[in-house]
């Protein structure tokens, strides 16, 4: 078998030359010539005094281990894989922390996958830099990457069976900028047991070289510290610092910095959390190098030996921060943009300037904790004894934990263990086992419970969302998505949308001015029935007043005050529901809505973000704006990348806004107006003017209000996390003693903060555009009667006039 290969490969290698007999000519001289050349070379090399043949023989090597480098780095028939570039080099990717920096210059958050913040050099402790290089790399000043009298240390001690690595802090950087043992491939032969490794130090030896010539000591020291893990999730020096003993860089002493370079061994085995013994021992080590270098005396050593490692062990997580909810939709919010532009938020070091107000967030965020503890006394106590999942009837809904228990991930688990039909499935979800819930008290509270227990348990809490923004702008200045994120993530002022109620009647007034009826013209207050079809059938509906009770003759405005249900249904029978569905979709309702008599009183569901934003283009003169969350972004290197751009439309003219403005003022100054809950808190001493909207659905599953002044819009949501969770009466449920006081309370503090002064103001006295329908009139209510007055007065008299109230 071997005879007829080579014969074969005889004949292969005759019939070459003899195709190519001139290639076969000039290969055959130049081996001949190659092989005089180093016959000659060897037989000068035995001539030659031993010392020169010493001398030869290493530059031989020498040479022979350039080339080689050279062969790996430029990756020679595809045999090593590829290496990182000069550009790579020159500008190398790392993974960087997007901060999140708010409307009056604080930062609120950030993004990140490594919990990475670069620091400058001068900014990292001098105490720090003699600790890394007296451990890691005491002759780092004096080499240019590779340290070859480590190298060769290092190969002694293996030899004396105490293996240990001699990588300078600059191949180090390469490992940890570059990833070089597992981004970069090492080619055909790097599926040869042993080579591997060869390859990927030989890799690390070039792009050190590199590195050196590119950049000063300095900068790899800071590139180092900027890159390394420090483990806990602390990508470099300034998280570590922080994460370990909450100090910055520059404040770092001895014993803090030789704990942290001794984490750098095995951020595992020595971290000062996992391992504090060990971690203790080695910080003493690195102590220690500090005395072989002339850097501490020994007593000096010996004193800092003695101290205990002193913690202030905090993780930083990407959800740590303020405006958690507000952070989330941030985040959505930015997804189309990452698409569009291909920047990371995670990854990229960003600047995002947010229009939120930390000092407007902190009064949201007190005004909601205070208001829904109150609520959760009153829920708990209207409830006790009894479960609040009722339906329509007041009936507890059967089933209603067991539907919920099969949404959640640990029947999941349990059904693909058991099977669906096992009693084991139920057996283990009756099972009480250690959980934190949710507790006004203690916040996260531990205890035993089962899943079923749980799951009734946390569905006796009632839930809130509450959002303010600017009018004019669209900015957003707050936003509560809920009572704890920390257990319900899902945002109550975005992500979710309820029936919206008479805040709802907003549209509907809009639809009838623009149709020409005017505030202060009259509708009856009587009893109303509504025929339509539905799917082919015939249907009536006969809403009532949530009162009960009928007022007659009443103007629009007085009816709008109180909230009259019977006046807006007739108004939009008048006007027709895909007129007032266009109205809404014009002020800023993104939601579909249905096209049904009902949807009058606020039965087709929308968000609180769009409901609020809708009010905005009322007061901003009927001229919409898009909500703003972000006003500008900027790179790492402080390059403007976006700034958001104003998208202010005139939707309804003037004289309807003006005039829908009278209206959501009258709230406050018609009698019975259902927003002058507000005189509970001090909000008038501040010349502010104040207008709103309640709202409650059926069964007081849902409960409004929005709010306005000149120069801040905001509203509030309350209800249970489903629909059948709710108080049983109005006098707890409605929207004027739910969420209006969370209104109240955060519009107290605004208009007392001095440096919030500009939410402060009065809506104009005086349009500026001629108003062609009549809207100054006010409803009179005599003493001792029920009878209704309407008085049409001038607006200078008006505004002085005093209101009686029932």
């Known amino acids: 078998m071997r005879k007829n290969i080579a014969t074969a490969f005889t004949s292969f290698v005759q019939k070459l030359r003899s195709a190519f007999p001139a290639i076969s000519t000039f290969t055959t001289t130049l081996f001949r010539k190659i092989i005089q050349w180093r016959k000659a070379r060897m037989a000068r090399f035995r001539s030659l005094p031993w010392y020169r043949k010493l001398g030869n023989i290493a530059f031989t090597i020498s040479w022979m281990f350039v080339v080689y480098l050279l062969v790996v780095d430029l990756n020679i028939l595809w045999l090593f894989g590829k290496s990182p570039t000069l550009k790579a080099i020159e500008n190398p990717e790392q993974s960087l922390v997007t901060t999140i920096i708010s409307a ?16 400058a050099f001068n900014e990292i402790s001098p105490r720090m830099i003699e600790a890394l290089i007296s451990t890691e790399d005491e002759r780092f000043y004096r080499h240019f990457g590779i340290d070859f009298q480590g190298l060769f240390a290092a190969f002694k001690d293996m030899l004396k069976g105490d293996p240990r690595g001699a990588s300078t802090i600059t191949q180090q950087l390469v490992k940890n900028m570059f990833k070089t043992r597992n981004q970069y491939s090492t080619g055909l032969l790097g599926s040869i047991p042993g080579l591997k490794l060869i390859i990927m130090k030989t890799k690390e030896w070039v792009t050190a070289v590199k590195i050196e010539i590119f950049y000063t000591k300095e900068e790899i020291l800071t590139m180092y510290l900027n890159t390394v ?33 001794a984490i750098l061994k095995a951020t595992t085995s020595y971290s000062p959390v996992l391992n504090p013994q060990r971690s203790m021992a080695r910080r003493n080590v690195v102590l220690q190098n500090l005395v072989e270098q002339e850097i501490l005396s020994q007593h000096e050593c010996d004193s800092l030996q003695l101290f205990p490692l002193q913690l202030k062990y905090s993780i930083e997580k990407s959800q740590d921060g303020e405006a958690r909810y507000f952070r989330s939709h941030l985040a959505r919010f930015l997804e189309e943009w990452e698409a569009k532009t291909g920047y990371d938020i995670y990854n990229d070091g960003l600047k995002i300037h947010v229009t939120l107000d930390t000092r407007m967030q902190k009064y949201a965020e007190e005004a909601v904790n205070e208001q829904m503890r109150t609520l959760q006394k009153r829920f708990f106590e209207h409830w006790r004894g009894q479960v609040p999942w009722r339906d329509e009837q007041g009936i507890e809904i059967p089933g209603f934990v067991e539907n919920i228990a099969k949404k959640t991930h640990q029947y999941a688990s349990l059904v693909k263990r058991f099977g669906e039909q096992s009693d084991s499935v139920w057996f283990y979800l009756n099972e009480a086992r250690p959980m934190k819930v949710f507790d006004y008290e203690a916040i996260s509270k531990d205890t035993l419970l089962s899943t079923m227990d749980s799951i009734r348990y946390m569905n006796h809490y009632l839930h809130t969302g509450f959002v303010a923004m600017e009018p004019g702008t669209g900015h957003v200045k707050a936003w509560v998505g809920d009572i704890n994120y920390d257990f319900w993530q899902y945002d109550k002022v975005a992500q979710s949308k309820r029936q919206p109620g008479s805040t709802f009647k907003l549209f509907v007034y809009t639809a009838a001015i623009e149709n020409g009826i005017a505030p202060c013209d009259k509708r009856y207050d009587q009893p109303v029935k509504w025929e339509y079809t539905e799917k082919g059938e015939p249907k009536v509906w006969q809403p009532k007043n949530a009162d009960w009770s009928y007022r007659g003759n009443v103007t629009l405005k007085y009816a709008f005050a109180r909230s009259i249900n019977t006046v807006a249904v007739q108004l939009a029978r008048e006007v027709g529901i895909p007129e007032v569905i266009s109205y809404a979709h014009k002020l800023g309702i993104k939601t579909r809505l249905e096209d049904m008599p009902s949807t009058s009183l606020g039965s087709s569901d929308v968000s609180l973000y769009e409901l609020v934003n809708s009010f905005g283009t009322i007061v901003n003169e009927g001229k919409h704006t898009e909500p703003v969350v972000v006003t500008r972004i900027e790179d790492k290197n402080g390059k403007l990348i976006y700034s958001a751009a104003k998208t202010t439309k005139q939707v309804i003219p003037y004289q309807t806004a003006w005039l829908m403005t009278e209206l959501l003022k009258g709230t406050m100054t018609e009698p019975g107006g259902t927003t002058q809950a507000l005189w509970e808190w001090d909000l008038f001493n501040y010349a502010t003017d104040f207008g709103g909207k309640t709202g409650t659905s059926s069964n007081h599953s849902d409960a409004w209000f929005v709010g306005v002044t000149n120069n801040l819009v905001a509203g509030a949501w309350v209800g249970g996390e489903h629909r059948s969770v709710h108080f049983r009466t109005g006098r707890l449920g409605e929207g004027s003693k739910t969420a209006l006081p969370i209104y109240g309370l955060f519009m107290e503090k605004v208009v007392k903060d001095e440096q919030l002064t500009r939410y402060r103001g009065k809506f104009p006295e005086k349009p500026s555009q001629e108003i062609s329908l009549k809207y100054k009139c006010h409803t009179y209510i005599p003493k001792d009667t029920v009878a209704i007055e309407t008085e049409i007065i001038p607006e200078e008299e008006l505004l002085q006039e005093s209101t009686t109230i029932l």
């Open 104 to 119: 009056d210059g604080k930062e609120i958050g950030k993004f990140f996958s490594e919990n990475r913040t670069p620091v």
């Open 229 to 261: 893990d420090f483990g806990s999730n602390a990508y470099g020096i300034y998280t570590a610092a922080k994460t370990y003993f909450k100090v910055h860089p520059s404040e770092l002493n001895y014993q803090q910095s030789a704990t942290l370079v």
